[in-house]
């Protein structure tokens, strides 16, 4: 089975139609995010597919930042932020 690692994706899209498929493309892979940031498990495959599909979708003024996230390090929580209370279940 390919390995999986997790990247957080942030956009900044002006077109609301727009920003409904990158959401909806993201949502297809995410195990947490919200409104504009999503925290994927993704095979390099998977990655390699989104970075291909999704820079097209966008206008000039948008933007996309993808950041591979290092899973041993734990997060940090402010306010009432809580860590996920399950582990991420991929069917791949």
């Known amino acids: ?18 920003q ?9 892979y995410a195990v947490g995010g919200q409104k504009s940031l999503f ?9 390699r597919m989104l970075c291909a599909t999704l820079p097209a979708m966008l206008a000039e003024n948008d933007r996309l ?3 591979r996230l290092n899973e041993t390090v ?5 306010g009432c932020a809580k860590s ?4 991420p279940f991929v069917i791949g």
């Open 65 to 67: 930042h993808v950041f």
């Open 1 to 18: 089975m390919a390995k999986r690692h997790l990247y957080l994706f942030a956009y900044d899209i002006a077109d609301t139609r727009t």
């Open 74 to 78: 734990p997060p940090f929580f402010f």
């Open 39 to 47: 925290e994927c498990w993704l095979t390099a495959l998977e990655l």
């Open 84 to 87: 996920l209370a399950f582990e």
């Open 20 to 28: 409904n498929r990158v959401r909806r493309m993201l949502r297809a």
